[in-house]
């Protein structure tokens, strides 16, 4: 097995997720861009590679098992192991949001790509991760997720997304659970705010740039052995649950 480190960053061909794996280049790693479309995936590694990262493409679609252990296979293949995952890969969901006008169809599917994506992604991706002497999961949530924000008055959580919202509080507890379950193991694994990025995600209304977003991703993708899991992080330190 290479002694390089070896992430796979998911939702890796554009915004946030396409700095990570840049950031995480750009330290010497061995970078996986894991991405559904073709087209934007190879343009996403061929701009890595000519930027200095050792990137290689990896077709996943989150909200397919097939998908998802071809990625797994490709993986071990290319690289015997797995050191880093950030499971970035997210959708919005379509409008209304209002809890009263949504569609459950849209929840159910915000929720299968949001949550049910990155525990599929995880646990197809533990066997390789189990391999690593100091393996790390990042999962990108948002400060939306936060309970205590949104139920803080004058607090700014962005408009009532009754899909979007609870797909991140959602995430933030399967986290906690993956961190009880895996607390003997080494295996660190926290959840991610980037904070309010300008991305495809808002319409680019966010304040943030993505490099500004990544690099809470990319801390807790290199924390040291015996460092935090289970925590929910921002630029600024631990963000209420």
């Known amino acids: 097995m290479s002694e390089q480190t070896i992430a796979l960053v998911t939702g890796a061909n554009k915004g946030i997720g396409y700095e990570i794996a840049a950031g995480l280049g750009a330290l010497g790693w061995r970078v996986g861009v894991g991405a559904r479309d073709r087209e934007r995936r190879e343009s996403a590694v061929a701009k890595l590679r000519a930027g200095g990262a050792d990137a290689f493409g990896v077709p996943l679609d989150v909200t397919d098992d097939a998908s998802v252990a071809g990625a797994a296979g490709l993986v071990e293949e290319s690289a015997g192991r797995l050191d880093v995952l950030v499971n970035n890969a997210g959708i919005t969901?379509?409008?209304?949001?209002?809890?009263?006008?949504?569609?459950?169809?849209?929840?159910?599917t915000v929720v299968e790509t949001n949550v049910i994506g990155v525990i599929r992604v995880t646990n197809a991706m533990l066997p390789l991760l189990r391999r690593s002497p100091s393996p790390r999961i990042v999962n990108m949530s948002s400060g939306v997720g936060s309970l205590t924000r949104q139920t803080t008055p004058g607090s700014d959580t962005?408009?009532?997304?009754?899909?979007?919202?609870?797909?991140?509080?959602?995430?933030?507890?399967?986290?906690?659970?993956?961190?009880?379950?895996l607390r003997d193991t080494g295996i660190l694994i926290n959840a991610a705010c980037p904070g309010y990025c300008a991305t495809d995600l808002n319409g680019f209304r966010g304040v943030r740039t993505p490099e500004q977003?990544?690099?809470?991703?990319?801390?807790?993708?290199?924390?040291?052995?015996?460092?935090?899991?289970?925590?929910?992080?921002?630029?600024?330190?631990?963000?209420?649950?």
């Open 93 to 108: 969901g379509s409008a209304p949001q209002l809890p009263t006008e949504v569609d459950p169809a849209t929840v159910r």
């Open 158 to 181: 962005g408009p009532i997304a009754a899909a979007y919202s609870p797909s991140k509080t959602f995430l933030n507890a399967v986290t906690v659970q993956y961190a009880k379950e």
């Open 213 to 241: 977003g990544a690099a809470v991703a990319i801390r807790l993708a290199t924390l040291p052995d015996g460092g935090p899991s289970g925590g929910f992080f921002d630029d600024e330190g631990e963000v209420p649950w």
